[in-house]
């Protein structure tokens, strides 16, 4: 199970914390590529909201891309099962790689964004299967540990990506391309790896009818003393589909049967790119300049919100099935309304004392492993536990597509924000994640160690009320 995991993630999230990482640190070197290509091709010099202009284009059609992963990777997991879909999605991200690769060389700085686009889609599409196959193969009494694995790949990526960006390493002016091309190395790891692990035994059961396969695929994951139980569980949820084929994200949306779950993934996914995590790397640098860290250190300290959010993704993981779910999201938004609070005061009085830039330091680490601990990991793992066989592809693609939007407004907007609202765009975070962990306290029951379709009845009681 745990070699399961890694061989899933080292081309899923994985991928896509690498990649959201990777583009801060030849932010420069780009700039500069895009006026020598410019002035090259047309003999006269690239203008300024131009240049800003082709920057935004390729640090965000990476959202467009990941939007179009999170549409079509339902379907993908659908069609050619759960592993098939990671597998060929590997061969999206060698070609963004070469295309981004090769955009130096040739001066085209059209391949890079579509390369950008690419590897969006490839990180959308790792978003949506890997935590479907992850979900499907783990023991109930393991699922939310296992699970978490999303977000523990997804946070390594990061980290991952921070480190391989310094400037000693491939972040300097030679090596950018490098550095852009070098995600085919996950790519090319979970190719050589996943091919020796069986498909989603519930896939195999459900959807594709082979009751033999999905037993040995249940004794490779399981172990052949342990597979019964797992195998019984699986029947009994066949059993009550009696055939119902997987379903279209539409359809979700008209069925009062999924109406209150399909309600909670959409405000927890919001929930978590609203939170205010990007407004907290934004003024992480000003933080870390005010508490007197020179220029040239700051990509180091800032290694450290990355060794944050893994630790606390670990921590999560090592807790989820002791602790339970709803605790530790209720209490990863309500820590992070707390910081919000004296964050926004210690940023309004940062000149009046020495100590207090130090105090928005320990802020900013402090918000970091609450989102970590919480809704940075559990949002994906609850994704998959809120719905039955038939409806879970097409919730991961409602999820990620909302995810993608939320993203991209936020990308969009926050500058604004930040300009019009200064230190006191904390104050909108902190409401917004209050009012989702009172969302999270009324509506969502404790899903550890509970089936899917023993969740499902709870959920019934929502959508249905007395006539559950």
Request: net charge positive; proline share 4%; charged share 15%.
């Amino acid at each position: 199970l745990f070699l399961a995991v890694c061989a899933v993630g080292i081309g899923g999230t994985f991928q896509y914390g690498y990649n959201v990482s990777i583009i801060n640190a030849p932010t420069q070197h780009i700039h500069k590529f895009l006026n020598e290509t410019w002035s090259s091709r047309y003999h006269k010099e690239l203008n300024p909201d131009l240049l800003t202009f082709l920057w935004s284009v390729i640090a965000s059609i990476f959202s467009l891309g990941g939007l179009c992963g999170a549409l079509i990777g339902g379907s993908m997991a659908i069609r050619l099962g759960r592993k098939g879909a990671l597998l060929m999605n590997n061969i999206i991200a060698i070609l963004a790689s070469i295309l981004m690769g090769i955009s130096f060389p040739t001066g085209l700085f059209e391949l890079l964004i579509a390369g950008r686009f690419l590897i969006g889609i490839n990180s959308g599409v790792g978003l949506c299967v890997q935590p479907l196959y992850i979900g499907e193969f783990a023991p109930k009494h393991l699922r939310g540990g296992l699970a978490m694995g999303t977000s523990i790949f997804l946070t390594g990526g990061i980290l991952t990506g921070q480190i391989i960006g310094l400037r000693e390493l491939l972040g300097g002016e030679k090596h950018w391309p490098l550095l852009l091309s070098s995600s085919c190395i996950p790519a090319l790891a979970q190719l050589l790896f996943l091919p020796w692990f069986p498909e989603s035994p519930r896939y195999l059961l459900i959807d594709r009818g082979d009751e033999l396969s999905c037993a040995k695929a249940l004794k490779r994951f399981h172990g052949s003393s342990e597979y019964r139980r797992e195998m019984e569980d699986i029947q009994r949820e066949c059993f009550a589909l009696d055939g119902e084929k997987p379903r279209k994200p539409w359809q979700l949306f008209t069925d009062p049967a999924v109406r209150w779950q399909l309600i909670t993934v959409i405000v927890m996914t919001m929930g978590q790119q609203l939170s205010g995590i990007n407004a907290i790397y934004f003024y992480a640098t000003y933080v870390f300049e005010q508490a007197g860290i020179v220029a040239e250190k700051i990509p180091y300290v800032t290694l450290g919100t990355g060794v944050c959010e893994c630790l606390t993704a670990l921590s999560c993981g090592l807790l989820i099935d002791y602790v339970g779910r709803r605790c530790l999201i209720i209490g990863g938004y309500l820590l992070m309304t707390l910081w919000c609070t004296v964050l926004t005061f210690s940023l309004t009085y940062q000149e009046l004392y020495s100590w207090v830039p130090y105090m928005s330091m320990m802020c900013v680490f402090a918000f970091i492993l609450s989102f970590g601990l919480g809704p940075g990991g559990i949002t994906n793992t609850l994704t998959a536990e809120l719905f039955v066989q038939s409806s879970r592809p097409a919730a991961y693609m409602i999820a990620g597509t909302v995810s993608w939007i939320s993203f991209f407004t936020v990308g969009m907007l926050f500058p604004f924000i930040v300009n019009g609202l200064k230190q006191y765009c904390f104050v909108v975070f902190l409401l917004e994640c209050f009012f989702v962990a009172a969302f999270i306290f009324l509506i969502i029951p404790e899903t550890k160690n509970k089936s899917f379709l023993e969740i499902k009845k709870e959920f019934n009681k929502l959508n249905f009320g007395r006539n559950a």
